[in-house]
Nanobody, 117 residues
């Protein structure tokens, strides 16, 4: 099992934007679903958005209309564009990837997103 690498986190003001990136190029197998999860202080990890190999997406109700997930299949990368950020979006964001055929899945170490004035 190998770790994915997230980047793009940081501090944003309410109403601001951040773009998170996930690099999975070190995984030798084709990747099926990729997803973004987050965990706020004192709370459980939750799914934010996920995208299938064919591009179909599933986005949490709490971020619909504000966050967009995308991917580059050839480059094995996923992205989470976060617009109109709110303080309740503050969390550590984790990238997840599942191989296309098999049971293995991979996680990154997380990137901190803080939304505050």
């Amino acid at each position: 099992q190998v770790r994915l690498v997230e980047s793009g986190g940081g501090l944003a003001q309410p109403g601001g934007s951040l773009r998170l990136s996930c690099a999975a190029s070190r995984i030798r197998f084709s990747i099926g679903e990729m997803g973004w999860y987050r965990q706020a202080p004192g709370k459980e990890r939750e799914l934010v958005a996920r995208i299938a190999h064919d591009g179909r997406t599933d986005v949490s109700d709490s971020v619909k209309g504000r966050f967009t997930i995308s991917r580059d299949v050839a480059e094995k990368k996923s992205y989470l564009q976060m617009n109109n950020l709110r303080p309740e979006d503050t969390a550590v964001y984790f990238c997840n990837a599942r191989i296309l055929f098999g049971t293995a899945q991979y996680w990154g170490l997380g990137t901190q997103v803080t939304v505050s004035s």
